[in-house]
């Protein structure tokens, strides 16, 4: 049983089909990236993931339990956790408060300071700046926020959209370094990246998704060496 089957999905947007009827599987312990073009339908598949969408068809299961129409406060409470594009952070919040957001389905005080040390290990820069509003962060510090947000509400699920998306250079390898050590920490990973290297370069597997649909799908490592690949998507 995957941690996370998706099967013959299909979203619309009024008479617009923006999922065909999509269908892949997310292995407990597995860094899996989506990629594609803009418009083929990446954040469409996550918002749907997490309950922000409805499908028109098709199944979500997530650990074996239907969760296609499960409003998305509750998918976060059964342990799937989003990191948008964007960040979506509250800028007028404090560094601390954005992650008090992030563990709103948790009522364990102990398991709340746990959580928050761990963030913390992994991010020392929002340690040092927690009584910082958050709007006030680089944007890379942003996207760390974003994350350790995401982290605090104990997900087994990590689905992230466009982590690099404006980053310096510098601030994209040290964010998806902390994308597989929190993989390693034992937290899945369902990751949406226009920069196709480097999300191939830490993925176990990856899909490759056109106009709504599945065109290719392999090992991240087979997929780095293959010439579609590199022709359209990794400027090669």
Same mark, same amino acid.
């Given at each position: ?104 389905? &948790?009522?364990?005080?102990? $398991? ?5 040390? /761990?963030?913390? !290990? #992994?991010?020392?820069?929002?340690? %040092? =700046? ?74 176990? &597997?990856?899909?490759?998704? $056109? ?5 290719? /799908?392999?090992? !991240? #490592?087979?997929?780095?060496?293959? %010439? =579609? ?8």
């Amino acid at each position: 049983m995957a941690m996370l089957e998706v099967e013959n999905l299909e979203v619309n947007y009024g008479v617009i089909k923006a999922l065909k009827g999509i269908s892949f599987t997310v292995e407990e312990g597995e860094i899996i990236a989506l990629i594609g073009a803009n418009g083929a339908g990446k954040t469409t598949t996550l918002h749907t993931i997490s309950g922000l969408l409805s499908p028109h068809a098709g199944s979500i299961r997530f650990m074996d339990k239907e969760i296609s129409r499960v409003p998305s406060h509750k998918i976060v409470g059964m342990g799937i956790a989003q990191v948008p594009e964007g960040r979506r952070i509250f800028a007028n919040l404090s560094v601390y408060n954005n992650l008090r957001m992030g563990a709103y389905t &948790r009522k364990d005080k102990e $398991e709340f300071e746990r959580n928050l040390e /761990t963030v913390y !290990a #992994s991010f020392p820069i929002l340690k %040092e =700046r927690r009584e910082q509003m958050g709007g006030t962060l680089s944007g890379g510090e942003q996207q760390m926020l974003a994350m350790g947000r995401a982290l605090m509400s104990s997900p087994r699920l990590m689905i992230m959209d466009e982590p690099s998306m404006g980053l310096s250079p510098i601030y994209v390898n040290e964010i998806f370094a902390i994308i597989k050590k929190v993989n390693e920490q034992g937290v899945t990973v369902l990751l949406v990246e226009q920069n196709a290297k480097k999300a191939l370069s830490i993925a176990d &597997r990856a899909y490759v998704l $056109e106009t709504g649909n599945i065109v290719l /799908t392999g090992k !991240a #490592s087979d997929l780095l060496e293959d %010439e =579609r690949i590199k022709k359209a998507y990794l400027g090669e």
